[in-house]
Nanobody, 125 residues
Framework: QVQLVESGGGLVQAGGSLRLSCAASGRTFSSYAMGWFRQAPGKEREFVATITRSGARTYYADSVKGRFTISRDNAKNTVYLQMNSLKPEDTAVYYC??????????????????WGQGTQVTVSS
């Protein structure tokens, strides 16, 4: 079992920044890949970013590439999503997820085994 708790969401103006955190517990954090997804009202959950177990490799959706950065601190059992140059279309509930079976790099939500409860990000224009 893995428990994931997100934090750091909120209301920000367009062009601003937020940093999301996801604290993990229950299994050795460095043994699984992590990802961030988001879901806007009326839309399907979409991939945002993923990071491999060691943090050596990261992958991003085209829509956030160059603006968002995923990172992890295995000593703190935490994964982060730094979001810069935010746009109104980034408004969504953001979820972190753990991929216990893969090496990392998957954008498919069905390949993730555990999910956090989500944190709301709202970007005003």
């Amino acid at each position: 079992q893995v428990q994931l708790v997100e934090s750091g969401g909120g209301l920000v103006q367009a062009g601003g920044s937020l940093r999301l955190s996801c604290a993990a517990s229950g299994r050795t954090f460095s043994s699984y890949a992590m990802g961030w997804f988001r879901q806007a009202p009326g839309k399907e959950r979409e991939f945002v970013a993923t990071i491999t177990r060691s943090g050596a490799r990261t992958y991003y959706a085209d829509s956030v590439k160059g603006r968002f950065t995923i990172s992890r601190d295995n000593a703190k059992n935490t994964v982060y999503l730094q979001m810069n140059s935010l746009k109104p279309e980034d408004t969504a509930v953001y979820y972190c997820a753990a991929d216990l079976r893969g090496w990392g790099g998957s954008s498919n939500p069905v390949e993730y085994d555990y999910w956090g409860q989500g944190t709301q990000v709202t970007v005003s224009s």
